[in-house]
């Protein structure tokens, strides 16, 4: 039996779930991405010389923001009461590239991995922009939850790296 989709009722139109009679749990979500840059881009934010200033710095306040805001960009997101989220950096020499890690926590009744996404998604547009006047040519790559847990769907780890494009299913 496939899933349900829960963002639907019964005629078909968007609810936001009801998660009113659930008990809160500990839950949390680690999402990870990367911005692949030209290789001035990337010793720009090294050495903390881009025009804009310090990029991981704005790129990981950005983030957080974002995360602690998701409910406001997401239309059927719960506002949620994060008792954690952060925001981490690693400079990656080959691919020349930076990887951005969210990780959010909450006591709640409903699962944070949309904030994690949000904000690691936020963190890596941040550094685009601020980057641009450098090369316009950066990608945001690989987004994706690498962790959850709590909630009755438990644990999830990432096992499979994502797909690549050639595997990833059009329709039309």
Not at 26 to 47: C, D, K, M, Q, Y
Not at 64 to 70: E, F, L, M, N
Not at 124 to 145: F, G, N, P, Q
Request: net charge negative; glycine share 8%.
């Amino acid at each position: 039996m496939e899933p349900r989709l829960n963002h639907f009722d019964e005629s078909g139109s968007a609810v936001m779930v009801d998660v009113t009679q659930k008990e809160p749990t500990f839950r949390t979500a680690v999402a990870r991405g990367e911005i692949r840059v030209s290789r001035p881009v990337l010793e720009a934010i090294a050495a903390g010389t881009a025009a804009k200033g310090d990029v991981l710095g704005v790129a990981r306040v950005a983030g957080i923001q974002a995360a602690k805001r998701t409910w406001e960009l997401i239309p059927l997101c719960h506002p949620l009461m994060l008792t954690h989220a952060s925001v981490d950096f690693r400079l990656l020499e080959d691919p020349c590239a930076v990887e951005a890690t969210c990780t959010v926590k909450l006591s709640g009744k409903t699962g944070v991995e949309m904030e994690a996404l949000t904000g690691v998604s936020t963190a890596l547009l941040t550094i685009y922009d601020m980057c641009k006047a450098l090369d316009r040519s950066m990608v945001l790559t690989d987004i994706c939850l690498v962790h959850k847990e709590g909630g009755k769907s438990g644990r999830y780890d990432r096992t499979a790296p994502p797909c690549p494009p050639e595997e990833v299913r059009r329709d039309g």
